[in-house]
T-cell receptor, first 111, second 115 residues
Framework: GQQLNQSPQSMFIQEGEDVSMNCTSS?????WLWYKQDPGEGPVLLIA?????ELTSNGRLTAQFGITRKDSFLNISASIPSDVGIYFC???????????FGKGTSLLVTP | DGGITQSPKYLFRKEGQNVTLSCEQN?????MYWYRQDPGQGLRLIYY???????QKGDIAEGYSVSREKKESFPLTVTSAQKNPTAFYLC??????????????FGPGTRLTVT
């Protein structure tokens, strides 16, 4: 599978700040998914995107499917301590059944 | 209460032994997947199944085997041929990709330690 480039690798912010992270691919994707993983647990699906340009929100989280179809962005507004975890992007290209995953962005939030 | 269960949460084995990890779902999903996660890495696909009695190798299938005899169950066997079996194993399920939906939902994971 193709590895996605996810950045930044880690973020250390204060409670209340907004957060932005992104994911890029060298090829076109038809689906972008964003997951959050707490330590020792399985990833939880946050947002799914299926159309280029699509902007979707889930509470304080907003994700966008890039117009080029080679990238996606996740924003978290007004961060709180429970936002701590690793955020993964995943995408799927034109063929096959598998998702390709990024290596994750580790988010730490201080009160 | 629908979901995906994996058992056990922690598993310890001696080198040279085969071990089977359990994955059960009651979400009525056609597709099931097994991933391996190593520290600082993304998820790597081991095997996947889109329908009962059918499964395909993922990117790192060597040293692993699966079966899909029931829609609800997709056990993974880590054989003694797997050179570095110690890892966090994640099972996922989702609608069949033939429905045009590619979302996958994960279980809580099994941490396997082989010494």
């Amino acid at each position: 599978g193709q590895q996605l480039n996810q950045s930044p690798q880690s973020m250390f912010i204060q409670e209340g700040e907004d957060v932005s992270m992104n994911c890029t691919s060298s090829s076109i994707f038809n689906t972008w998914l964003w997951y959050k993983q707490d330590p020792g647990e399985g990833p939880v699906l946050l947002i799914a995107l299926y159309k280029a340009g699509e902007l979707t929100s889930n509470g304080r989280l907003t994700a966008q499917f890039g117009i080029t179809r080679k990238d996606s962005f996740l924003n978290i507004s007004a961060s709180i301590p429970s936002d701590v975890g690793i955020y993964f992007c995943a995408g799927r290209g034109n063929s096959g059944y598998a998702l390709n995953f990024g290596k994750g962005t580790s988010l730490l939030v201080t009160p | 209460d629908g979901g995906i269960t994996q058992s056990p949460k922690y598993l310890f084995r001696k080198e040279g032994q085969n071990v089977t990890l359990s994955c059960e779902q009651n979400l009525n999903h056609d597709a099931m997947y097994w991933y391996r996660q190593d520290p600082g890495q993304g998820l790597r696909l081991i095997y996947y199944s889109q329908i009962v009695n059918d499964f395909q190798k993922g990117d790192i299938a060597e040293g692993y085997s699966v079966s899909r005899e029931k829609k609800e169950s997709f056990p993974l066997t880590v054989t003694s041929a797997q050179k570095n079996p110690t890892a966090f194993y994640l099972c996922a399920s989702g609608p069949s990709v033939r429905e045009g939906v590619y979302e996958q939902y994960f279980g809580p994971g099994t941490r396997l330690t082989v010494t």
